[in-house]
Structure formats: structure tokens, C-alpha cells
């Protein structure tokens, strides 16, 4: 052989090996990465032609489906819950991908998840269609329901969250205005760009999932991460006195700090539980700068705060934030969740559901369950897990009784149920003059053997004066209707 022969033939020997090792990388390192791109054609079309698992309420009713068709692509997904779980579900489409819990929950759902190998196995022997496994939630139909009916009967912008305080279980998870996602899984493009289009183009945004995607000031609701600070700090009671003047001199400024009716908290030195009843700002500013911006931080990285709650990061699931460096005048508007603090309705349902559960704050989840194709053969279950311990048993009791007494004597009385103990803190914050205040409200119940705890927001409320907006008026009256639905009360 001679010279160049031998070249060229070490030259395709070498371009064969880097071939192989390519192939065998790709296919070895990248195959699941290249399959799980949305935008990955092949894998779509291939899905398509599986029938989908279900995704399945509490009770077991389904929210998402595949329905056989007579086309091309063989199943339809259809979503019988439309607007009201869209939030939850998202959309499954083959133009636009997959999104919220169709997206997260992928795997399971299209049938490709590693614990289905041997249910795909035998579906090969057996020659029957390979199908995805079902994925059921922890929502409760009935308080979901309450939730929606909240906010849409009188045209509210907002969200609510509703957790099992024992379990951390998410019971109802509502955002409005919402969507219909089943023109996004239809098998006409030209109706799935129209609807994508429509959505992209509307300033409200309702694709955009409120409950837990979607951080706005708290406003006063933050004060009970205030009052726990203050609690845990060991240097104030429930009884302990506080100032609590018309105006609070904010440090290193002239502007001062009023209280919302520009006069002094009861006889100007309330009590920390009286404070929290009328929701006095001026005594929480004091206390902001007593206790200082660390201790206040360190309080709401216990209730969850800087860290990101539905660890899959598929659900879009927002941190809540308390600013990192604020000075002094800063710290006193930060402790009445003014300033640049921030959270999501999820995150103040925690902060409830950890008080009610003597302290303990339990990891949020939506997912209860996830199955095989027949329904009824599991394949994991999700176990409560603590995530942390925000607060004393003897703080969380003290807290308890502070919020009972804002519902009983407070801002708070339109979540009072008749025959069952109510705790609860109002919120109103305001964003910019430019806009109206949001209303929050955040509550538990029975507060003596707490089952249930629930956070609102009402981001925008038409046909609502300026001055009538508040967490009391508007948030509370969903609160008590959801608490209800979970009681059965």
C-alpha cells in the first residue's frame, strides 16, 4: 500500500472512531436531554400517537385527559376543568410545548418515565399501545370551587392558596382571570397561534399563574413575620406595650410614617396584641428598628422566604423576598411588608400554615400521587416532609391568639364562622399612587385543632373606590368560603 493510501485510510479510520464515539455519547449521555426539548418534533409526534396519562383531582376527577380521534394524531387532550385548573394543568401543545404540571409531570404523563420500563415492556410482548401513567393532586374540588366562585362572581383580579396545615398538601390554588386550554391542544395550528396570540396580547396576563408565579408587596400581613421576630426575640409579650403614634419619625429622614387613619393607635402605646388587631403601622415600624433587618430576615427565611417553594422548577414557582440590605428607615417600612418586600399568595399561606401547626412549616405539594396506566397501580406517594421549624410551640400559640382576637375584635371579622374559631391577619399595600392597593388576607381554622390554612389577594377590584379596598372587605369573605368548603362547615 502505498503512502497516500495509507493516509487517506488513517483518516477515515479516525473520522469512523470520532463517529462512534459521538453516536455513543449522544445517545449515552444527551438522549434524555435531546427528548425532553419541547421543541423536539420527533418526540411530539410520537406522543401524539400514545394515549396520555390523566391528570386527576382528589376525588379522582380527571383535569386533563386524552381522548381518542379520528386523525392523524390519534388522541386529543381535552381539559374538563377549563379556566378554573388551567392554571394548574397548563396546556399541552404541539406547537407550543408543554407548560405548569403537563410540563413538570411530563414524564409520567407521556409514558417515558423509567419507572414505567417494565408497563412498557410487557405492553411490547403483549402488543398492546404503550400509554402514560396518571398523576392525581392534592386539590379539593370543592374548596377550589369556593375559591374560583370568590374571586370571578364579583370580577376580582387575584389568587388563593388553601394548605393542610398538618401535611403541607395544597388544597385549592386559584388565579384569576384565567384561560381555556383546550384551544391550545387543539390539532389545528391555526387555532392553537389564534389563542397563543390572544394570550401573549392581553395585559392581564392569564396565563400567568398568581397563586405562586406572581410576587406583590404583602403589606400588613407581614406583620405576623413581624410579631413572630418580636416573639422569639425573647424581649417582647403579647401584653407587652408598645409605641404607637399617629406618625412614626422614620430614622435619617423628615418624612414620617402615618397610620392608615393618620391617628394614634388606641391611646398611643398599644399592646403587641392590640397592635396587631388594628393592624398599627407605626408600632410594627417601631418594632422593625428595635429588632433590626437581620432578625426580621432570618424570621422570614424560617416562614420560607429566599428560597423557592415546588422545587420543580417546571411550575414557575416564585421566591418570595425580603430586601437584603435596607437601612433603618428602610427596615421600619419592610416590617410592615412595605419597601421591597415581596411574596407570593403560596408564601403567606405558609406563614399561616406553620402558626397553626405549632410552629412547623411542612413542604408544600401538589402532587399526592402518581401511578401506573391502569390507575391503580402506584409508583411513589408523597410523603409530608417538615422543612423547617419557624417558630416555638409557645410562639405559635401566642401568635394563634393574637390572630383570633383579629377576626373576633379586628379587621378581620368578615372570616368569623359561626361555631368555629377563626385566626386570621388583614393586609392592604399599597404598590404606587398610581394604582390601587392590593387586599390580602391570610387565615386558619378551627384555630383550637387547626386543619386548613388560606391566603388571598386581590390585585385589582373594578368598580371598587380607592379608600374601599381592603384585605378585610374584599379578601376575607373568600377566605371564610374556602375554609368552609374544607371543613364541610
Not at 218 to 227: I, N
Not at 269 to 284: D, G, K, M
Not at 446 to 458: H, K, R
Request: charge should be negative.
Amino acid at each position: 500500500m502505498n503512502s497516500p493510501i495509507r493516509r487517506i485510510s488513517a483518516g477515515c479510520l479516525l473520522l469512523c472512531i470520532a463517529l462512534l464515539i459521538n453516536a455513543t455519547y449522544v445517545q449515552a449521555f444527551w438522549a434524555d436531554d435531546l427528548n425532553a426539548r419541547s421543541e423536539n418534533r420527533r418526540v411530539l409526534l410520537d406522543e401524539y400517537s400514545r394515549e396520555r396519562g390523566p391528570i386527576l383531582l382528589a376525588d379522582d376527577t380527571p383535569v386533563a385527559q386524552s381522548v381518542p380521534v379520528d386523525d392523524e394524531y390519534q388522541f386529543l387532550r381535552q381539559y374538563p376543568g377549563e379556566a378554573i385548573y388551567a392554571p394548574l394543568t397548563g396546556y399541552y401543545s404541539y406547537t407550543f410545548g408543554r407548560t405548569a404540571l403537563e410540563r413538570a409531570q411530563n414524564d409520567i404523563l407521556s409514558g417515558d418515565d423509567d419507572r414505567l420500563f417494565v408497563r412498557r415492556l410487557i405492553d411490547l410482548v403483549t402488543g398492546e399501545e404503550p400509554r402514560g401513567g396518571a398523576v392525581r393532586l392534592t386539590i379539593d374540588p370543592a374548596a377550589q370551587q369556593a375559591a374560583w366562585d370568590g374571586l370571578t362572581d364579583e370580577g376580582f383580579k387575584g389568587a388563593v392558596v388553601a394548605i393542610d396545615v398538618q401535611t403541607g398538601a395544597i388544597l385549592a390554588m386559584v388565579s384569576t382571570p384565567s384561560y381555556d386550554p383546550n384551544p391550545m391542544a387543539s390539532h389545528s395550528f391555526e387555532v392553537q397561534q389564534e389563542t397563543r396570540d390572544a394570550l401573549a396580547a392581553d395585559p392581564d396576563k392569564p396565563d400567568l399563574n398568581r397563586a405562586i408565579a406572581q410576587r406583590l408587596p404583602p403589606g400588613s400581613v407581614f406583620k405576623l413575620v413581624t410579631a413572630a421576630a418580636a416573639l422569639e426575640s425573647g424581649e417582647f409579650e403579647p401584653d407587652t406595650e408598645v409605641p404607637g403614634p399617629a406618625d412614626y419619625d422614620l430614622p435619617q429622614s423628615t418624612r414620617p410614617l402615618p397610620n392608615q387613619n393618620g391617628e394614634a393607635c388606641l391611646d398611643g402605646t398599644p399592646t403587641l396584641t392590640e397592635a396587631l388587631r388594628i393592624s398599627c403601622n407605626t408600632a410594627f415600624a417601631y418594632l422593625g428598628n428595635e429588632l433590626g433587618d437581620d432578625a426580621l430576615r432570618e424570621q422570614a427565611e424560617k416562614f420560607g422566604f429566599g428560597t423557592q417553594p415546588l422545587t420543580n422548577d417546571d411550575m414557575n414557582a416564585a421566591t418570595s423576598i425580603f430586601p437584603p440590605d435596607p437601612d433603618e428607615p428602610q427596615t421600619a417600612l419592610s416590617a410592615i411588608g412595605q419597601f421591597d418586600v415581596q411574596a407570593t399568595p403560596l408564601q403567606m399561606a405558609m406563614v399561616s400554615a406553620a402558626i397553626a401547626n405549632d410552629g412547623v412549616l411542612m413542604e408544600p405539594y401538589l402532587v399526592r400521587e402518581v401511578s401506573g396506566p391502569d390507575l391503580v397501580s402506584p409508583i411513589e406517594r408523597t410523603e409530608p416532609e417538615e422543612r423547617t421549624r419557624a417558630v416555638s410551640p409557645e410562639t405559635a400559640e401566642e401568635l394563634t391568639q393574637m390572630m383570633v382576637d383579629v377576626v373576633e375584635n379586628g379587621t378581620g371579622e368578615n372570616a368569623r364562622i359561626d361555631g368555629i374559631e377563626v385566626a386570621g391577619k388583614t393586609g392592604t399595600a399599597q404598590s404606587s399612587p398610581e394604582r390601587p392597593p392590593y387586599a390580602w388576607f391570610t387565615s386558619f381554622a378551627p384555630a383550637d385543632e387547626p386543619s386548613v390554612a388560606v391566603a388571598v389577594v386581590i390585585e385589582d377590584a373594578p368598580d371598587t373606590a380607592r379608600d374601599d379596598i381592603g384585605g378585610g372587605r374584599l379578601a376575607a369573605p373568600i377566605a371564610r368560603a374556602v375554609m368552609q368548603a374544607v371543613l364541610g362547615s
